[in-house]
T-cell receptor, first 115, second 113 residues
Framework: GAGVSQSPSNKVTEKGKDVELRCDPI?????LYWYRQSLGQGLEFLIY????????KSGLPSDRFSAERTGGSVSTLTIQRTQQEDSAVYLC????FGLGNTEAFFGQGTRLTVV | QQQVKQSPQSLIVQKGGIPIINCAYE??????FPWYQQFPGKGPALLIA?????SEKKEGRFTISFNKSAKQFSLHIMDSQPGDSATYFC????????????FGTGTRLQVTL
């Protein structure tokens, strides 16, 4: 498809386990973003990749969270030693260039439940 | 720190009504203000956006009103329809950094028949 694709759609994991969430951005988009959406909350910025520049990791809530983007395309968000408060919908978005000049397109999200 | 405050949290209007969702921001460096619409199980999608050099922008039945001095902006939906039932998020961006949107907490809108 032509949109942002995220996998898996749903993930249930046990507390303490590691999880990997995948994002396939729209082909050709240079910018990629990860957001977290908790129940009753807005979207919380996690990390931003732009081309070959160093990522903006200022939104990552703890050192248990990390993300990488390989070859300027696919991105993986990894959460180590998951906690119940990590339960949320994790959204990925991509844009052709930086925001404000081009639109960010969101994927459908990965719903993570930590039990 | 909640940099973008959104209200109300939820809203119910009858078909044909004009729901109004309000947002206020604190950071005067913000210079781009989009609204996103999100249906259950879907990611947010850009609905309409405004820059602070204009006070109003219309696209179809959706209008943004912007008050720069008050640091407030609002979304109006004219002739609302049941298909408009969704969660609406306001957001703000400093295009100088262009790295991240700051979102409000969302408004769940229900349009009844």
């Amino acid at each position: 498809g032509a949109g942002v694709s995220q996998s898996p759609s749903n993930k249930v994991t046990e507390k303490g386990k590691d999880v990997e969430l995948r994002c396939d951005p729209i082909s050709g988009h240079t910018a990629l973003y990860w957001y977290r959406q908790s129940l009753g909350q807005g979207l919380e910025f996690l990390i931003y990749f732009q081309g070959n520049s160093a990522p903006d990791k200022s939104g990552l809530p703890s050192d248990r969270f990390s993300a990488e983007r390989t070859g300027g395309s696919v991105s993986t968000l990894t959460i180590q030693r998951t906690q119940q408060e990590d339960s949320a919908v994790y959204l990925c978005a991509s844009s052709l260039f930086g925001l404000g000049n081009t639109e960010a397109f969101f994927g459908q999200g990965t719903r993570l439940t930590v039990v | 720190q909640q940099q973008v405050k959104q209200s109300p949290q939820s809203l119910i209007v009858q078909k044909g009504g004009i729901p109004i969702i309000n947002c206020a921001y604190e950071n005067t460096a913000f210079d781009y203000f989009p609204w996103y619409q999100q249906f259950p199980g879907k990611g947010p999608a850009l609905l309409i956006a405004i820059r602070p050099d204009v006070s109003e922008k219309k696209e179809g039945r959706f209008t943004i009103s912007f008050n720069k001095s008050a640091k407030q902006f609002s979304l109006h939906i004219m002739d609302s329809q049941p298909g408009d039932s969704a969660t609406y998020f306001c957001a703000a961006l400093n295009t100088g950094t262009a790295s991240k949107l700051t979102f409000g907490t969302g408004t769940r809108l229900q349009v009844t028949l």
